[in-house]
């Protein structure tokens, strides 16, 4: 394990990317996300395609439907700072 070392970062993945791919590696069509969620399909799509921003109160509907937290949806591109070594 002393040779290590994490895969860079390749992708960014914004805030309607990281729903679409959640949505999508449930196997859920908008419509059905939009069923399970209340929230219009129409609004997912633009979600989605950054037309419309997620908001706080959307992103934890969405995240309860993902089966998901909702730091993931809001922070797709987050990560923890390296920790220094002891």
Same mark, same amino acid.
Request: proline share 6%.
């Given at each position: 394990?002393?040779?290590?070392?994490?895969?860079?970062?390749?992708?960014?993945?914004?805030?309607?990317?990281? @729903? =679409?791919?959640?949505? $999508?590696?449930?196997?859920?069509?908008?419509?059905? !996300?939009?069923?399970?969620? /209340?929230?219009?399909?129409?609004?997912?799509?633009?979600?989605?395609?950054?037309? @419309? =921003?997620?908001?706080? $109160?959307?992103?934890?509907?969405?995240?309860?439907? !993902?089966?998901?937290?909702? /730091?993931?949806?809001?922070?797709?591109?987050?990560?923890?700072?390296?920790?220094?070594?002891?």
């Amino acid at each position: 394990m002393k040779d290590f070392r994490p895969a860079k970062k390749r992708a960014t993945v914004t805030v309607g990317e990281s @729903v =679409r791919i959640l949505r $999508e590696l449930q196997e859920l069509s908008q419509n059905q !996300l939009a069923q399970t969620s /209340g929230i219009p399909q129409a609004t997912i799509s633009a979600i989605e395609n950054g037309r @419309v =921003r997620l908001g706080v $109160e959307r992103a934890k509907v969405l995240a309860q439907a !993902l089966k998901c937290h909702p /730091g993931v949806l809001v922070f797709p591109g987050w990560q923890m700072p390296n920790e220094k070594a002891a």
